[in-house]
């Protein structure tokens, strides 16, 4: 499975990003597709994840501010991040269970500063 991830970037306090990732390749036997982060310094650590079934799971720092979406005919996870904050900043990592083992994309640079 192939990860190509997209969005990302440079964006002040109180502003909005999207991150996208499509998997590509042998996609049979996904079970989740989801966001990861890590800021450095810190573990990696889940932000949020959808399951094939539609089972959502959200970090509690996101919740409110950030949405998951997921399109299972087309094997692509959006992350809709608004009201960013600076503790957001981190490197976010498409991440793919495939028969449960993690995939991860490249990963993509969110800076939230003013």
């Known amino acids: 499975v192939q990860l190509v991830e997209s969005g990302g970037g440079l964006v002040q306090p109180g502003g909005s990003l999207r991150l996208s990732c499509a998997a590509s390749?042998?996609?049979?036997?996904?079970?989740?597709m989801g966001w990861y982060r890590q800021a450095p310094g810190k573990q990696r650590e889940l932000v949020a994840q959808?399951?094939?079934?539609?089972?959502?799971s959200i970090a509690d720092s996101v919740k409110g501010r950030f949405t998951i979406s997921r399109d299972n005919t087309k094997n692509t996870v959006d992350l809709q991040m608004n009201n960013l904050k600076p503790e957001d900043t981190a490197v976010y990592y498409c991440?793919?269970?495939?028969?449960?083992?993690?995939?991860w994309g490249q990963g993509t640079q969110v800076t939230v500063s003013s």
């Open positions: 959808v399951t094939t079934s539609g089972r959502t």
């Open positions: 991440n793919v269970k495939k028969n449960w083992n993690d995939l």
């Open positions: 390749g042998t996609v049979r036997s996904i079970n989740a």
